[in-house]
């Protein structure tokens, strides 16, 4: 004879276990998601940094008309920026060519803009 007693506390166990396995699931999965919506918008924090950078090359080129302008800043909120200005025979453009790169807590972002 088969004795039934303690079939229920196998039962209760398996439950807990699926239940514990799909918090767990769906918890990597709600972390997994908002890791990446943070860094969508260290992206764009990022972007407007390389998009400063050509800002203030335009300026320079602008201004003192240097084609062989350089620079590297730090901004406010902790984004900085990397851009070069060469001349357009180097690139490929008619006049001048700006490479900007964009940096936020790990995440680049880059410009080229050429004329």
Same mark, same amino acid.
């Given at each position: #004879? *088969?004795?039934?007693?303690?079939? =229920?506390?196998?039962? $209760?166990?398996? =439950? ?7 918090? #767990? &699931?769906?918890?990597? =999965?709600? *972390? %997994?998601?908002?890791? #990446? ?5 260290? &992206?764009?924090?990022?972007?407007? $940094?390389?998009?400063? %950078?050509?800002?203030? $090359?335009?300026?320079? =080129?602008?201004?003192? %008309?240097?084609? &062989? /302008? ?8 902790? $984004? ?15 006049? /001048? ?6 940096? *936020? ?11």
């Amino acid at each position: #004879m *088969f004795s039934t007693k303690g079939t =229920i506390l196998y039962f $209760a166990i398996l =439950i807990l276990s699926v239940i514990f396995t799909i918090a #767990m &699931s769906l918890s990597l =999965i709600i *972390f %997994g998601q908002l890791k #990446m919506q943070r860094e969508i918008g260290y &992206s764009v924090i990022a972007l407007c $940094a390389a998009d400063t %950078g050509v800002e203030r $090359a335009l300026y320079a =080129i602008y201004k003192d %008309g240097n084609l &062989s /302008f350089s620079a590297s800043t730090t901004l406010e909120n902790g $984004a900085s920026y990397t851009v070069q200005v060469s001349d357009g025979s180097l690139c490929g453009a008619a006049f /001048f060519c700006i490479k900007s790169r964009g940096n *936020f807590k790990g995440v680049t972002r880059a410009i080229d803009a050429s004329f």
